[in-house]
Structure formats: structure tokens, C-alpha cells
T-cell receptor, first 110, second 114 residues
Framework: SQQGEEDPQALSIQEGENATMNCSYKTSINNLQWYRQNSGRGLVHLILIRSNEREKHSGRLRVTLDTSKKSSSLLITASRAADTASYFCATPFGGNQFYFGTGTSLTVIP | DTAVSQTPKYLVTQMGNDKSIKCEQNLGHDTMYWYKQDSKKFLKIMFSYNNKELIINETVPNRFSPKSPDKAHLNLHINSLELGDSAVYFC?????????????FGPGTRLLVL
């Protein structure tokens, strides 16, 4: 299986704190993507990092990629209650398919 | 101006019935997908489809069949529904899957088979 796995499965933090979640995958990739899923909604793309990039920023999001370890991390700084959601990493496979991890459920307590 | 839309949002039906879920995207994308998300939030791809190629995940039962009347629509037809089919089904689209770019997801259809 080329499925990614997120760690931790669940994370609960206070508003204003930083949240870090990790993703591990199994095969070589061209890019890795992070998505957010709010309760009862579809997935929304957050950020894409390519295999030749080590770090990427988008607003309060910071993504790192370590291809030697086949792992990525997503850092959300200064978290807000609205960041409460599940976060998934996705890796492309076969040119037209994506494998999604099992997700990290983030709860930000106001 | 919804990018990817699905209908219905909720679907409750009896075991053995046949049902369809509709998906439309107005992004002009070439490729559309169907995913199944189980109760543990595990998201599994079922199909990817463009006007040239249908790729079926080998684990998907042949009771499931995608039907595409045109590039903007990819419907999912399910025959002889089973209890285990209960899940949330997501439609998605992307511009050029060969570039492995972003996917845009619909809001999901929550299917409950009784």
C-alpha cells in the first residue's frame, strides 16, 4: 500500500498554540499535498510541496518535506478555533490517482 | 458558483436497491474522481475518469459504475446496495492529473443503507 499515515490521530490544543502533525508515506513522490476537512464537508486543498522543496509557507501554515525519510509535517501557528478540522496528507500515484492518509483530527479549544 | 457539486447530500435507502449519485464540476477540468470515506475517515479512491481513460480501483465491487454524460459530469451508479456501502462518497476533479496537481472536492453524499 502507498497509503500515507498521519500522526497523531487526534490532537487537542488551546487557541493560540501551535499544532504540528506528521505524515509518512511509502514510495517516491513528485509532490505531497495537505488537505483540510471540516466536519460534514468535503476536503479543501491547503498546500502542495514538491519533491525538490524542503519547506513551504502559506499564511499560518508551514509544511516541510523530507524525502529521505519519506515524511512531511504540517505546522499551524497561532491556532484558532476555526482551525478545528481533520487534516490529511495526499500523495499522487500513477499520474491520476491520489492516496490519502488516515487524517489527524485537530481540536482547537477557545 | 460552486466548483464541484453533488446531489443528493443525504441518501437513505434499503438494502438491495439501486441508486445514483450525481456530480458536476464547473471548473473546466478534464478529470473527475469518486472517493469513498468510511466511518474512520479513511478516504479511498474508487475511480478516476477523463474522456480517454477510466481507471478503476481493483477493490471496488462491480456493483459500482461511473457514468459520464459529458466532461463536466461524473455520476456514480450503485446496484444492489449492501449495508457495507454506507459511507460518505466524494466527487473530485483536477485539471491535469499527469501533473499531479490539486484536487477539488464536492461536499459529499452521505449514504445510509438500511
Amino acid at each position: 500500500s502507498q497509503q500515507g499515515e498521519e500522526d497523531p490521530q487526534a490532537l487537542s490544543i488551546q487557541e493560540g498554540e501551535n499544532a504540528t502533525m506528521n505524515c509518512s508515506y511509502k514510495t517516491s513522490i513528485n509532490n505531497l499535498q495537505w488537505y483540510r476537512q471540516n466536519s460534514g464537508r468535503g476536503l479543501v486543498h491547503l498546500i502542495l510541496i514538491r519533491s525538490n522543496e524542503r519547506e513551504k509557507h502559506s499564511g499560518r501554515l508551514r509544511v516541510t518535506l523530507d524525502t529521505s525519510k519519506k515524511s512531511s509535517s504540517l505546522l499551524i501557528t497561532a491556532s484558532r478555533a476555526a482551525d478545528t478540522a481533520s487534516y490529511f496528507c495526499a500523495t499522487p500515484f500513477g499520474g491520476n490517482q491520489f492516496y490519502f492518509g488516515t487524517g489527524t483530527s485537530l481540536t482547537v479549544i477557545p | 458558483d460552486t466548483a464541484v457539486s453533488q446531489t443528493p447530500k443525504y441518501l437513505v435507502t434499503q438494502m438491495g436497491n439501486d441508486k445514483s449519485i450525481k456530480c458536476e464540476q464547473n471548473l473546466g477540468h478534464d478529470t473527475m474522481y469518486w472517493y469513498k470515506q468510511d466511518s474512520k475517515k479513511f478516504l479511498k479512491i474508487m475511480f478516476s475518469y477523463n474522456n480517454k481513460e477510466l481507471i478503476i480501483n481493483e477493490t471496488v465491487p462491480n456493483r459500482f459504475s461511473p457514468k459520464s454524460p459529458d466532461k463536466a459530469h461524473l455520476n456514480l451508479h450503485i446496484n444492489s446496495l449492501e449495508l457495507g456501502d454506507s459511507a460518505v462518497y466524494f466527487c473530485a476533479s483536477s485539471q491535469d492529473p499527469r501533473r499531479e496537481e490539486t484536487q477539488y472536492f464536492g461536499p459529499g453524499t452521505r449514504l445510509l443503507v438500511l
